[in-house]
């Protein structure tokens, strides 16, 4: 009898050690969103919550999702079209949108320290904003692929009291 009151209470103690390791373990799913300009869905490219901050994070971050492609397959769009973001799994009040101009090696040549636009939520829809011509356009002339700018598009939100960063890569042009 004594033998299987104490295999009892050893089965019983790692039954509540499990149940307290899985509750430990969740899957915490990680923040989505998809970008529409003109119906056409935008690939967005993920940075997470952290390492998002610095010039180079996001440089390495777009170099390695450019490797075997080219510049000029990104999709073109034209400066003064809206462009839709649409958050899947989470809510945020307030969007930060940056305009980078990016040279064919990934690397950001723009100003990085800008002030961002700034999308607050709206009711019944997504947030969208329209892609503008960056004033300075002209003196990146040279890292034109074409007669197209390489934009790369920085989405900052807070999510949970963390920032998360997402991207998208364009190229823009005049009509």
Do not use: H, W
């Amino acid at each position: 009898m004594k033998k299987f009151k104490n295999s009892f209470i050893m089965i019983s103690l790692l039954l509540i050690l499990l149940v307290l390791a899985s509750c430990q373990n969740s899957m915490i799913q990680e923040p989505a969103i998809k970008i529409f300009y003109d119906s056409e869905e935008l690939k967005p490219i993920y940075y997470g919550d952290r390492n998002n901050k610095d010039k180079e994070d996001i440089e390495d971050v777009i170099k390695n999702v450019m490797v075997g492609k080219r510049f000029l397959d990104l999709p073109k769009i034209y400066f003064g079209e809206k462009i839709e973001i649409e958050a899947l799994n989470f809510k945020t009040t307030e969007f930060e949108i940056y305009y980078y101009i990016v040279d064919e090696r990934g690397n950001i040549v723009s100003d990085y320290d800008i002030n961002p636009l700034i999308l607050t939520s709206i009711e019944d829809g997504n947030p969208e904003f329209i892609f503008e011509k960056r004033e300075d356009l002209e003196k990146y002339y040279n890292y034109m692929v074409e007669d197209k700018s390489i934009y790369c598009l920085l989405i900052r939100s807070k999510i949970n009291k963390s920032s998360f960063a997402f991207a998208t890569l364009v190229l823009g042009q005049s009509r």
